[in-house]
């Protein structure tokens, strides 16, 4: 995850004057890097190795996530979790921490990973399976990209490079 922020700093930054061609590759680039990304994250959401997700990976996660047990994930909680090992990876974690906390109480529980379930079974047929896990997530981080790597540019401190 790291190596990839870094990647999209360094062409961010060295892009800005070259050609309309090279923005193109560059964007491509992106587009793969995101593809990976999500790749990593959907391997890591299907705990149960059975090629969906499903409500016992969303358990999984949400009871590794709760680490006082209070069967909610508030976001202190979600933040330094997801960070743990990429304090860069803040804004991207209180981005998905919005997302979701749906009913937006400040705190993850059950009835908003119902709901946020739902939102991600886009053909409603009760199941997300890897394509609807994977076409959703892209959008989700290439937004959240974009707004990180924007943040990065326009403050003294560049929060990606850790
Ligand atoms: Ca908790
Ligand atoms: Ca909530
Ligand atoms: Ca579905």
Same mark, same amino acid.
């Given at each position: 995850?790291?190596?990839?922020? /870094?990647?999209?700093?360094?062409?961010?930054?060295?892009?800005?004057?070259?050609? %309309?061609?090279?923005?193109? *590759?560059?964007? /491509?680039?992106? +587009?793969? =890097?995101?593809?990976? @990304?999500?790749?990593? =994250?959907?391997? +890591?959401?299907? /705990?149960?190795?059975?090629?969906?997700?499903?409500?016992?990976?969303?358990?999984?996660? &949400?009871?590794?996530?709760?680490?006082?047990?209070?069967?909610?994930?508030? @976001?202190?909680?979600?933040?330094?979790?997801?960070?743990?090992? *990429?304090?860069?990876?803040?804004?991207? *974690?209180?981005? =998905?921490?919005?997302?979701?906390?749906?009913? +937006?109480?400040?705190?993850? %529980?059950?009835?908003?990973?119902?709901?946020?379930?739902?939102?991600?079974?886009?053909?409603?047929?009760?199941?997300?399976?890897?394509?609807?896990?994977?076409?959703? &997530?892209?959008?989700?981080? %290439?937004?959240?990209?974009?707004?990180?790597?924007?943040?990065? +540019?326009?403050?003294?401190?560049?929060?990606?490079?850790?």
């Amino acid at each position: 995850m790291m190596f990839f922020l /870094a990647v999209l700093f360094i062409c961010y930054t060295t892009c800005a004057s070259q050609t %309309t061609h090279s923005v193109n *590759a560059q964007l /491509a680039k992106f +587009r793969s =890097l995101v593809a990976q @990304e999500v790749d990593v =994250l959907f391997t +890591r959401a299907d /705990a149960n190795h059975n090629h969906g997700f499903d409500v016992d990976d969303m358990n999984s996660i &949400f009871t590794d996530y709760d680490k006082d047990n209070n069967s909610a994930v508030c @976001e202190t909680e979600w933040v330094s979790q997801f960070t743990h090992n *990429a304090p860069g990876l803040n804004l991207v *974690a209180k981005g =998905l921490f919005l997302e979701l906390d749906m009913d +937006r109480s400040g705190c993850i %529980t059950q009835g908003d990973l119902q709901l946020y379930y739902n939102k991600i079974d886009t053909n409603h047929d009760h199941n997300v399976d890897e394509a609807e896990f994977k076409a959703y &997530f892209t959008e989700v981080l %290439t937004i959240l990209y974009v707004i990180a790597i924007e943040t990065s +540019r326009t403050t003294t401190a560049l929060p990606l490079v850790s």
